[in-house]
Structures are given as C-alpha cells and as structure tokens.
C-alpha cells in the first residue's frame, strides 16, 4: 500500500493510473477505521482496479463548539487495517495542505441541508461537499463508497453529483452494526461503558417503530411518541436531536407514511451524538 500525503503526488500518482486505464473507487474517512469502514473498502475492491482510501478529519464540517479537537484518532491502527483490507493508495494529507488560509469557495446543497442533522449542524453538509468535491477533483474516481448510516450525508453527495454533473458514481453501502444492534461509528468511542450497554436501545426504538408502522401505525407524530416513549423508559439519561420521518429522495417531513419512508434519528448520549435510520413501509 502507498501512504500518500502531499495533494500534488496524489493527483499525479491518479492521473497515471488513469492513463493506464485502470479505474478507481475512492473510500472518503475521516480515520479511526471500524468494520463499517472496511466494507466500505471491500465494495470499493469488487468496484475498480484501484481502491483509494482518504483519511482526513475536515476541520470545515465541524463547528466551533464541536468535537474536532477530540475526534478520535488512530493512524497506526488506520494504517494497518487498510492495508490488510486491500487498499492501493492512503491519503493522508495535512489540514493545512487541503485547505489555503483564505479558503473561499463552498459546495452546498442547501435544499436537502436544511432538516435533519441540518438543524443542529448548519454548516455541516457544506464543509462535506466541499471536502468531498475537492478529494473528487484530485483522485478523479470512477466510484466512490458511502455508508448509509450517515443517510442524509449520502443523499445529498448524491445530489450533488447529479446536479453538477460529476464524473463519479456514487455506491451506497449497507449500514453495519456490532452484534448488540448499535450502529458502528467512530464516535462510538466517546461512550462510557454504562452508555455502550444501553446505547443498542436506539435500534430497538427504530426496530419498534417499524413493527408499529407495518401494524397500521402511519402517522408520523405517533411513530414520533412510539420512539420518544422507548428512548425515556430504557435510556433516560439519552436526549433525542431529532427523530423525523422523511422522504427517501428529497429528505422531505412525512406526515403520514405513503408507501414507504426513512425514519432517521439522532440521538445525544453523554458526550456522544449518535445516528440511525431505518427504512419503513405499510
Ligand atoms: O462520513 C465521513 O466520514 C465524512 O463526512 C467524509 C465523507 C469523509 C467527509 O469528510
């Protein structure tokens, strides 16, 4: 595996490639690799010839008050896990390389922004796209691997790509959980081990939801108060950000569940914030 982290080799180190007509898929991570990730990298594998694996925690997509300085970090473990997965190339350039001091150009998707995570983090998705555009326009790859977890997150790089017509195609990958039902994340991390044990609940919320809603159960308010009841009675000391069912393109609030819908929820746990999301149908 190469371990990259000048911009200026990375894109030259891609063109070459390219120009030997191999294709490449690109796994964007911001580190502190988990099983979610090395799926990501195991579709990327089956994808292309070539399988390009960033590691850049985007100091764009944090606010101030948020956990940039303590988001967790591991290159030796990344570096070796990566490796062992398959991956061709590691990007791992420095903040101060990716991002010029008077930096001013934006990538945004404000429409598909503005709800969900959105609300709590408004300007979040722009340092995303921005990042993600960038890492597009210097490894150039025929795909790129997103998980569903971050469902919002993949919806609007779709939208992105389509809208500013990027030669890219974008591969949604399943969610991946530990055994106990909790969805994988870095920030995971961040919980004390009384929260890890209780933390599965939110599944078990999502999973309720879903049971409720193929019994008849189609109104959003009432699958809302399905889910707050659960979270009061088995994680009190949880406070839920969101829980919002939505329209799987366009993000849009349901009232009433149609056909089918994604509930996506986020939820604080000490000093995590953790995401799930799940897709329901009558
Ligand atoms: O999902 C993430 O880890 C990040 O948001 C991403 C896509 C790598 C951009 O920094």
């Given at each position: 595996?190469?371990?990259?982290?000048?911009l200026e080799e990375v894109k030259a180190r891609c063109k070459e490639l390219k120009?030997?007509?191999?294709?490449?898929?690109?796994?964007?991570?911001?580190?502190?690799?988990?099983?979610?990730?090395?799926?990501?990298?195991?579709?990327?594998?089956?994808?292309?010839?070539?399988?390009?694996?960033?590691?850049?925690?985007?100091?764009?997509?944090?606010?101030?008050?948020?956990?940039?300085?303590?988001?967790?970090?591991?290159?030796?473990?990344?570096?070796?896990?990566?490796?062992?997965?398959?991956?061709?190339?590691?990007?791992?350039?420095?903040?101060?390389?990716?991002?010029?001091?008077?930096?001013?150009?934006?990538?945004?998707?404000?429409?598909?922004?503005?709800?969900?995570?959105?609300?709590?983090?408004?300007?979040?998705?722009?340092?995303?796209?921005?990042?993600?555009?960038?890492?597009?326009?210097?490894?150039?790859?025929?795909?790129?691997?997103?998980?569903?977890?971050?469902?919002?997150?993949?919806?609007?790089?779709?939208?992105?790509?389509?809208?500013?017509?990027?030669?890219?195609?974008?591969?949604?990958?399943?969610?991946?959980?530990?055994?106990?039902?909790?969805?994988?994340?870095?920030?995971?991390?961040?919980?004390?081990?009384?929260?890890?044990?209780?933390?599965?609940?939110?599944?078990?919320?999502?999973?309720?939801?879903?049971?409720?809603?193929?019994?008849?159960?189609?109104?959003?308010?009432?699958?809302?108060?399905?889910?707050?009841?659960?979270?009061?009675?088995?994680?009190?000391?949880?406070?839920?950000?969101?829980?919002?069912?939505?329209?799987?393109?366009?993000?849009?609030?349901?009232?009433?569940?149609?056909?089918?819908?994604?509930?996506?929820?986020?939820?604080?746990?000490?000093?995590?914030?953790?995401?799930?999301?799940?897709?329901?149908?009558?």
């Amino acid at each position: 595996m190469e371990i990259i982290s000048t911009l200026e080799e990375v894109k030259a180190r891609c063109k070459e490639l390219k120009k030997q007509g191999k294709s490449i898929a690109l796994v964007p991570t911001m580190g502190f690799l988990h099983a979610g990730h090395l799926s990501l990298i195991e579709k990327a594998r089956q994808l292309a010839d070539i399988v390009v694996v960033s590691r850049f925690v985007n100091p764009t997509q944090f606010a101030p008050n948020e956990d940039l300085d303590a988001y967790p970090n591991d290159p030796n473990h990344d570096r070796s896990v990566t490796e062992k997965a398959g991956t061709d190339i590691l990007f791992e350039p420095p903040a101060s390389a990716m991002y010029h001091a008077d930096h001013a150009t934006w990538v945004e998707v404000p429409e598909l922004a503005k709800g969900l995570c959105g609300v709590t983090r408004p300007t979040h998705f722009r340092g995303v796209c921005t990042v993600v555009t960038k890492l597009f326009n210097l490894i150039q790859p025929d795909f790129a691997c997103f998980g569903e977890k971050d469902y919002q997150q993949l919806t609007i790089i779709r939208r992105m790509v389509r809208d500013l017509n990027m030669p890219v195609e974008i591969v949604g990958c399943p969610l991946v959980r530990e055994e106990d039902g909790l969805a994988m994340s870095s920030r995971n991390a961040y919980l004390t081990k009384e929260e890890r044990a209780l933390a599965p609940q939110i599944r078990k919320g999502l999973l309720l939801l879903q049971e409720k809603a193929k019994q008849g159960e189609h109104s959003a308010e009432n699958l809302y108060s399905l889910f707050a009841g659960h979270i009061q009675k088995t994680i009190p000391s949880a406070r839920i950000d969101y829980v919002r069912m939505v329209d799987k393109d366009s993000l849009e609030p349901l009232e009433t569940l149609k056909d089918s819908a994604v509930v996506a929820v986020a939820v604080y746990l000490g000093k995590a914030r953790l995401l799930d999301n799940i897709l329901i149908s009558r």
